[in-house]
T-cell receptor, first 110, second 114 residues
Framework: SQTIHQWPATLVQPVGSPLSLECTVE??????LYWYRQAAGRGLQLLFY??????ISSEVPQNLSASRPQDRQFILSSKKLLLSDSGFYLC?????????FGPGTRLTVT | AQSVTQLGSHVSVSEGALVLLRCNYS??????LFWYVQYPNQGLQLLLK??????LVKGINGFEAEFKKSETSFHLTKPSAHMSDAAEYFC????????????FGTGTRLLVSP
């Protein structure tokens, strides 16, 4: 069966520091991968998606970037965090007709 | 732009009462519709989905939803609430099943009192 991992589970970082969040998927090949952000009191906002290695599409201009160095690995990065980057970050992958989410990373920027 | 509206950021029910969480979408083309549940500090779990088969969809944990094209709605219901149903619920819409770009509602927090 397919499994999706995210780490770390929680992270507290100062403003201006770099960020790297990792997502890996097991049990499937060539999945579509997604990064979402969930801010307090708001729905999920799609940040990036990828349909293959090295193929990244950005949905929202922002302080973040994404990379897909391997088929089942998706990384969310920032060179310098802003306070507004705080939130709950969710990675997801999809089969035709369904999308599955990881456990999420709670990021607090102080 | 396509959008999803969930009426009510919070819904409170008593244990054993009917649960009704509302979802409306904006589109003239029938989409694919989903309900997800999120427990505190966890990811989203798929409750049920509509993909142009039967309009009444049954999901996990006793939940079901009915797709009503004329009303552009996909409301989530459960006949009898349990304390364990307390969570946040998200309605989501996609207009394709290949590359699946989901548009989410802002969520409804369900509170269940004894």
């Amino acid at each position: 069966s397919q499994t999706i991992h995210q780490w770390p589970a929680t992270l507290v970082q100062p403003v201006g520091s770099p960020l790297s969040l990792e997502c890996t998927v097991e049990g499937t090949s060539n999945p579509n991968l997604y990064w979402y952000r969930q801010a307090a009191g708001r729905g999920l906002q799609l940040l990036f998606y990828s349909v293959g290695i090295g193929q990244i599409s950005s949905e929202v201009p922002q302080n973040l970037s994404a990379s897909r160095p391997q088929d089942r690995q998706f990384i969310l990065s920032s060179k310098k965090l802003l306070l507004s980057d705080s939130g709950f970050y969710l990675c997801a992958w999809s089969l035709p007709g369904e999308q599955y989410f990881g456990p999420g990373t709670r990021l607090t920027v102080t | 732009a396509q959008s999803v509206t969930q009426l009510g950021s919070h819904v409170s029910v008593s244990e054993g009462a009917l649960v009704l969480l509302r979802c409306n979408y904006s589109s003239s083309v029938p989409p694919y519709l989903f309900w997800y549940v999120q427990y505190p500090n966890q990811g989203l779990q798929l409750l049920l989905k509509y993909t142009s088969a039967a309009t009444l969809v049954k999901g996990i944990n006793g939940f079901e939803a009915e797709f009503k094209k004329s009303e552009t709605s996909f409301h989530l219901t459960k006949p009898s609430a349990h304390m364990s149903d307390a969570a946040e619920y998200f309605c989501a819409v996609s207009w394709n099943t290949g590359f699946q770009k989901l548009v989410f509602g802002t969520g409804t927090r369900l509170l269940v009192s004894p």
